[in-house]
């Protein structure tokens, strides 16, 4: 089974920038499409970008369109996020997670990585 480690986190003026990462393990990790998600408190889960198994091709929601570039190391089976002019609505945990069509493949996920944008 993959496991998905990421870090990263922490807090952050808004305006600031944080940089993602997520380790993941197996020898697979090329096989598959990858992406960031978040989840608010009180909030649902939600598709944050998405990167095409050798990262030729990259997705955004609205949210993270000219914020937010997503980037991956299949060499390091890591995937990368990217994140600058930071909102305090950007505050959330991050998970990444093999993804298609902004829906997660994998039914498990990594402990997530907080970020706190301070306004």
């Known amino acids: 089974q993959v496991q998905l480690v990421e870090s990263g986190g922490g807090l952050v003026q808004a305006g600031g920038s944080l940089r993602l990462s997520c380790a993941a393990s197996g020898r697979t990790f090329s096989s598959y499409p990858m992406g960031w998600f978040r989840q608010a408190p009180g909030k649902e889960r939600e598709y944050v970008a998405g990167?095409?198994?050798?990262?030729?091709?990259?997705y955004y929601a609205d949210s993270g369109k000219g914020r937010f570039t997503i980037t991956r190391d299949n060499a390091k089976n890591t995937v990368f996020l990217q994140m600058n002019s930071l909102k305090h609505e950007d505050t959330a945990v991050y998970y990444c997670?093999?993804?298609?069509?902004?829906?997660?493949?994998?039914?498990?996920w990594g402990q997530g990585t907080q970020v706190t944008v301070s306004s």
């Open positions: 990167i095409s198994k050798r990262g030729g091709s990259t």
């Open positions: 997670n093999a993804a298609l069509d902004r829906d997660p493949l994998f039914s498990f």
